[in-house]
Structures are given as C-alpha cells and as structure tokens.
C-alpha cells in the first residue's frame, strides 16, 4: 500500500475544495501559497502600507492572514470568518501564536455584513478574495454597502468574482459551488453605495480580480500601464498593419495596409496637443502614426487572459481557434513593442476590459475606434466607455451600403460562416443616432478606400465631438 507523503497529509495536496482540512476547505490546496501571494502583491500594488488598517472578508485559514499580519503594524489586520476552527487552524499551522501575541490581529466569527457596521472600525484596504464567487447578490450587495460605510474615503475593497453572460439567481452562501455575474451587474451594486468599480488586469488561477473603490481612492499612476516588452527577433511577431520601421524598411501586415490614406482613415483630424485613447492598437499603426502627428497616445488591448470577444459557437467548434489564436495574440503584442522600440515611442498600452475602462485612464481629447467595433459583443459599452473620458471621438468600420437609411446593425456569424472573430455589420446612423443619444455632434460620414490582404474594402469614418 501506498503511503502519504508528510507534505501531502499537511497541506492537503489530493483533496478536494471543501474538504475538511484546513487548506483544502477554502480552495484548491494546490493554489493555497500562490493566491495569497498574488493578492498580497495585488494589495501592496494598489498602495497598501504597514499603517493602514485591513479587513479580510472570509479570512478562513489566513491563507492571506498569514502574509498580512507580519506586513501590517499592530492591530491594523481584521478578519471576519464563520468558522472559528479554520482560524484556529491558520494560526497553529500557518502563523503561530507568537505572531498574534506581536501584531494583536482581530477576529470577527460572523457570516453578516453587518458585523462590520456594528464594529464601528475603518479600513482603509478590505479583500474578498473567492468570496463574491459563492455569494448571491443579495449577499453581495450587503457587503458591499457594510464596506462602503465602513471604508475610508480614500480606501478600497478588491474582490474576485467569475464573469458569466447572465447573473446568477441564487441567494445568500453558496458554497462549495460556484456562481457568476455580469460585471454590469456588479458595477450598478457599487454604484448604489458610491463605490467606483473596475476590473483590474491582474493574474487569478480562475477568476477576475475587481476594485471596489471609495470616492478619493486614487490609482492614478504609471502601474496600470504594461511594462515594454523587450522583443529582438521579428520572427516572434505577428504584424496586422504594414509598417515602415527604422532599419527595418517596410515589414508586410498580415491584413491591413493603411499607408497613403490615413489621413482619411482619421477623419482629417488635427492630433498635435492632443491626448488620445486607442481601442485595440494591433501592431501599432495607428498608435505611432498618431503619436507622428503630436499626440500622446494611451491604447487598450485585450489580456493574455481574455484573448478575444469571442462569438459563442460550441466549444467542439472553437476548441481548434483556441490554441492558434493565443499565439497569434502573443506575437501581435509582441509586433507592437518591437515597433514601439524601434521608433522610440512613449505610448502607453493599458491591458485591460474595454467594457469597464478605469478611472485611473484619466481624461482625453480624442478617443479612436479604429476598426474594432464589429469585433466586440456589445459595441455601444465600448462607445459609451470611451464617450464618458473622451471630447471627440473617431469611428471607423466597415461600410455596408444595403443597411443605410436606418440605425441598425445586423448580426454577421452564422451557423455556416464559423465567423467566431466578428459579430456585426453596421449602419452608418447606428452610430450617429446613439452618438446625438449622448450629447455629441457628429460629422457627415466619410467613406474611403482601404486594404485588406490585397483587396480594397469601403470603410467609414463618422467624427463626433460633445459641444
């Protein structure tokens, strides 16, 4: 017979989520030691400090108690958790009692919200991490409005949460099962107790990390943004656009060819002075070209996470895009920091959900769609995302001459076409109409001559302005 190891009988390795032992009750025991060090990083990231005060919602074992607790000074960690015997266990197995006798971190054993309203303790920094995952909205929302009366004004919460299309209709503790919400959804949950929701660009085994942020919470500095790729071998890169690099001459794009007619790609707009977001830079094209003509351009990309808004075919059927399309995201990120190397640039590239663009971003004159639209489940988010931060804001699609006259967009995947990377066609008043929804002014469309592996295709080019 088969005897067990010491590591696997004491860190639960084998067992189940749920199981009772200490480590396997709040999770996989394999990932136990790499999600309290993602989520301490994640939490330092954002700016926590020794001083500040600390609520871990659903503390279990200390998984990240046990990082916590020596960082922050004296009395500065709370935990509130059900079951006291799986504190019990953090602490002999994890902490040690000596540590608590040093730091004097506080207990709650409670499964209400309301513990900590009635506590009368602030916080700066709160965690829930694969909490929100096991909760029905209704418990969400009490934690959410606890925390908010609770947090400093310049305090978070960050949470973990598992996106789904459709929100969960379960209630109260659900666990060990999962459950899924739409981040809309979660977002009009903050938004009714004055908590600003982001989804952040940071790694999770399986799940989606969010920042619930009070009003004066400030992550207005250079960690949002990616850090440049050093790529040296062309042959890693996937180029979409056409380039002209420095010592390189023209590298051929895979797809589009904009050289010669950018001007009216843009909508003839005068970029010097000006600050620009960009949905989807691709190779970078538009990026530095924009940045030629005087702007200083921050662009948002997909993660390596989310690597597509892809349409929903079964999974039999994407299984054989899945593997190929990953790399071919890799190598066009990697095409974009080998031009932004060799043409020296200052861009910004921000890696995260165009859906749920932070506040952090700050504010723009121009915002560019630049032919991304149509690749994007819902198009008018995207729009209202970039129409929230920007003055003026460039469309660019393609024309469907058959579908003007009316504001309408029709669905582009069928059953037969396997069309997995593009969802719609649209009219050119789809756009103008929502655009005069929101307050905005919007030119006379402009259509063009582009290419597109060889071929011309018509694109139009709409240009709005709020007055």
Same mark, same amino acid.
């Given at each position: ?113 309301? /513990? ?324 905005? /002014? ?26």
């Amino acid at each position: 017979m088969e005897m067990a190891s010491p590591d696997r009988e004491d860190l639960g390795l084998g067992l189940k989520p749920g199981d009772r032992q200490y480590r396997a009750y709040v999770g996989p025991p394999e990932d136990y030691d790499l999600i309290a060090a993602m989520t301490f990083n994640l939490l330092t990231t954002l700016g926590l400090r020794q001083h500040h005060s600390l609520l871990d919602i659903g503390c279990g074992s200390l998984r990240i108690g046990r990082l916590l607790i020596p960082y922050l000074n004296q009395g500065k960690y709370v935990g509130v958790e059900p079951n006291e015997w799986l504190v019990d266990e953090g602490i002999r197995r994890e902490l040690g009692e000596t540590l608590v006798q040093i730091k004097h971190p506080t207990f709650f054993f409670s499964d209400s919200p309301d /513990t900590i309203s009635e506590a009368k303790i602030a916080f700066d920094f709160a965690v829930a991490q694969s909490i929100f995952s096991h909760c029905g909205l209704d418990l969400i929302k009490g934690w959410l409005a606890a925390i908010s009366r609770s947090l400093a004004q310049n305090g978070a919460l960050v949470a973990t949460f598992l996106i789904g299309e459709e929100d969960s209709a379960q209630t109260g503790w659900i666990y060990p099962d999962c459950v899924n919400y739409r981040p809309a959804t979660l977002e009009r949950a903050a938004a009714d107790v004055n908590l600003r929701f982001e989804i952040l660009e940071w790694k999770h085994p399986r799940q989606t990390w969010a920042l619930f942020a009070a009003p004066k919470f400030n992550s207005t500095d250079e960690k949002i943004f990616a850090t440049p790729r050093k790529v040296d071998d062309v042959a890693d890169c996937y180029f979409y656009h056409t380039m002209e690099l420095p010592g390189r001459g023209v590298i051929e794009g895979r797809d589009w060819d904009l050289r010669g007619r950018l001007d009216e790609y843009l909508g003839n707009v005068d970029f010097a002075g000006q600050r620009v977001l960009e949905i989807g830079p691709a190779s970078g094209f538009l990026t530095f070209e924009m940045e030629k003509r005087g702007a200083d351009v921050i662009s948002v990309e997909v993660t390596d996470e989310h690597g597509w808004d892809f349409v929903p075919y079964p999974d039999a059927r994407l299984g054989e895009v899945f593997g190929p399309r990953r790399i071919v995201m890799e190598q066009l990120k990697n095409s974009y920091w080998f031009s932004h190397t060799a043409l020296q640039s200052k861009a910004k590239v921000y890696y995260g959900d165009a859906y749920n663009l932070p506040e952090a971003l700050g504010e723009f004159d121009i915002a560019v769609m630049g032919a991304v639209l149509l690749h994007c489940r819902d198009p008018l988010r995207i729009v209202e995302q970039c129409a929230k931060r920007a003055k003026s804001l460039i469309i660019v699609d393609k024309f469907h001459p058959d579908l003007e006259g009316a504001p309408v967009c029709r669905l582009a995947p069928t059953a037969e076409n396997f069309s997995w990377h593009t969802w719609w066609h649209f009219s050119t008043h789809f756009f103008t109409q929502f655009l005069v929804v929101m307050a905005f /002014t919007t030119s006379a469309p402009m259509t063009h001559q582009q290419y597109h592996r060889g071929r011309a295709h018509t694109l139009f080019t709409l240009v709005a302005r709020r007055e």
